[in-house]
């Protein structure tokens, strides 16, 4: 949607809201609904912005400001920042009456200058990295959910117990169910097109009511705006329908988890020529692709944090479980961490390391990162992998846990080297953060198994 565009229907009456918005730390939209006529007079003519408080990159979940931050505290008096329109972001919200969105920029109010912590900021300096090397990285996203019955509001005041999924058996690629489905998916098919938000198509998955959608892939930052609208708006369709849905890694022991499958390929800057394949290389691996597949394993394990930041993130990583538990490459091998997969320009990695749950633009971010390690230091890769994965022994694993993640953050010379020192220290805080939230939290399972027994 281009500007102009938007103000003719604002001045028309097609639009009179305008979703002005930017990630915060866990891949959500925080901002502001800006009447169309303030939007067009005040932001895009004005101060070409709005302001926002900074403590929404200095939060968790609950939105509890929390301690360690330099960028923002309260000794600091948590001023506010700008959220700046990237006007390449405009694009209607079918699903919502009469409303457009823009994502914006995070700047420093005084200066105007980027502000370095904002999870879209921490991918375009990875983008901007892989340019001046003569790189483009283009991802793919394939998310999972599971789709319930209930609503948000029911599935809250039964403290998210006893929810009916939209299924009662696995619908893995299954017609019959996935029709009895289609009045909601659907919707959101449909509505992340008409969003600019393209999708290839969606399948039942390996849950009870488990989805899957694909997105096209796009440029990294493209994808993760995409991303982020994709997952904003299928709950938010959800909710207009009395349904509810989840992006949890593991909503439910007694299920598979949910990934984001995360493809990602390698492209020159110059001339958007494919650099993934070269039909004389014996294996049709390029030499710079070979190397960004070697970085993506020398990096995998201290990078691991980005692609699953909480605790319940760690609980989809279990044998036999479609999530990879050994971080090896294999051609065509849901078994293994990533899969290659494709052919010639088509050719791609996956990795199968994500979680639903986490945060795109930081997902990204440590994949370019991983992969720009890989190809500055020439790191090869070992030989493909061939076999059962879960079953490898003498092979680099996937972390087990967050508290193992975060100390293979904090040490790791390829997140500061490649994020600086800054951005690096704020997401060890909020690493650490999230540990000693959860680590205070007692559980229904640890009720059921030590009220009386213990």
């Known amino acids: 949607m281009e500007p102009g565009e938007l103000i003719s229907d604002i001045d028309e009456g097609a639009v009179d809201t305008v979703l002005t918005v930017f990630p915060d730390l866990q891949g959500r939209l925080m901002g502001k609904r800006v009447t169309g006529h303030f939007f067009a007079k005040e932001v895009l003519e004005g101060e070409g912005g709005v302001h926002a408080c900074n403590y929404l990159l200095a939060v968790d979940v609950d939105m509890t400001p929390l301690p360690g931050y330099r960028f923002a505290n309260w000794e600091q008096g948590y001023g506010d920042v700008m959220a700046r329109p990237d006007l390449r972001t405009?694009?209607?919200?079918?699903?919502?009456?009469?409303?457009?969105?823009?994502?914006?920029?995070?700047?420093?109010?005084?200066?105007?200058?980027?502000?370095?912590?904002?999870?879209?900021?921490?991918?375009?300096?990875?983008?901007?990295?892989?340019?001046?090397?003569?790189?483009?990285?283009?991802?793919?996203?394939?998310?999972?959910?599971?789709?319930?019955?209930?609503?948000?509001?029911?599935?809250?005041?039964?403290?998210?117990?006893?929810?009916?999924?939209?299924?009662?058996?696995?619908?893995?690629?299954?017609?019959?169910?996935?029709?009895?489905?289609?009045?909601?998916?659907?919707?959101?098919?449909?509505?992340?097109?008409?969003?600019?938000?393209?999708?290839?198509?969606?399948?039942?998955?390996?849950?009870?009511?488990?989805?899957?959608?694909?997105?096209?892939?796009?440029?990294?930052?493209?994808?993760?705006?995409?991303?982020?609208?994709?997952?904003?708006?299928?709950k938010e369709i959800a909710a207009l329908n009395d349904r509810s849905l989840t992006f949890m890694a593991k909503w439910s022991m007694d299920e598979v988890g949910s990934s984001c499958h995360l493809h990602s390929s390698l492209w020159s800057e110059d001339d958007d020529r494919c650099l993934t394949w070269d039909e004389d290389a014996p294996d049709g691996l390029s030499d710079v692709y070979r190397h960004f597949l070697g970085g993506l394993i020398a990096g995998g394990r201290e990078l691991a944090w980005c692609a699953a930041p909480y605790v319940n993130s760690y609980k989809r990583y279990l044998p036999d479980s479609w999530a990879p538990t050994s971080l090896v490459w294999g051609r065509d091998n849901r078994t293994c961490g990533l899969r290659l997969v494709g052919h010639r320009d088509s050719l791609r990695l996956e990795s199968r390391?994500?979680?639903?749950?986490?945060?795109?633009?930081?997902?990204?971010?440590?994949?370019?990162?991983?992969?720009?390690?890989?190809?500055?230091q020439a790191i090869e890769p070992p030989p493909a992998f061939v076999g059962n994965a879960y079953e490898a022994e003498g092979v680099p694993r996937v972390p087990a846990t967050l508290v193992e993640a975060i100390e293979l953050l904090e040490s790791s010379e390829i997140a500061r080297r490649s994020f600086g020192d800054g951005v690096h220290d704020h997401l060890v805080n909020t690493a650490r953060q999230e540990w000693l939230v959860a680590n205070r939290a007692v559980t229904d399972w640890e009720l059921r198994r030590g009220f009386e027994r213990l």
Not at 174 to 202: C, W
Not at 210 to 222: C, G, K, T
Not at 366 to 375: D, F, Q, R
């Open 90 to 234: 405009l694009r209607r919200i079918p699903w919502l009456e009469r409303t457009a969105l823009v994502i914006c920029d995070v700047v420093d109010e005084d200066s105007g200058e980027p502000v370095e912590v904002s999870p879209r900021r921490i991918l375009q300096r990875q983008v901007e990295r892989a340019a001046e090397a003569g790189y483009r990285v283009k991802i793919g996203a394939e998310l999972e959910f599971f789709l319930f019955r209930d609503s948000y509001d029911e599935a809250a005041a039964r403290g998210y117990q006893g929810l009916t999924p939209h299924s009662t058996y696995i619908e893995d690629y299954h017609i019959l169910q996935t029709t009895k489905d289609e009045y909601l998916i659907r919707q959101i098919r449909n509505g992340m097109d008409g969003a600019d938000v393209p999708v290839e198509f969606s399948k039942g998955e390996a849950g009870a009511g488990q989805h899957e959608i694909n997105l096209v892939y796009a440029d990294a930052l493209e994808m993760a705006d995409r991303h982020t609208v994709y997952k904003n708006g299928a």
């Open 353 to 376: 390391i994500p979680g639903a749950d986490c945060n795109p633009y930081l997902a990204y971010a440590a994949t370019i990162a991983a992969g720009l390690h890989g190809i500055e």
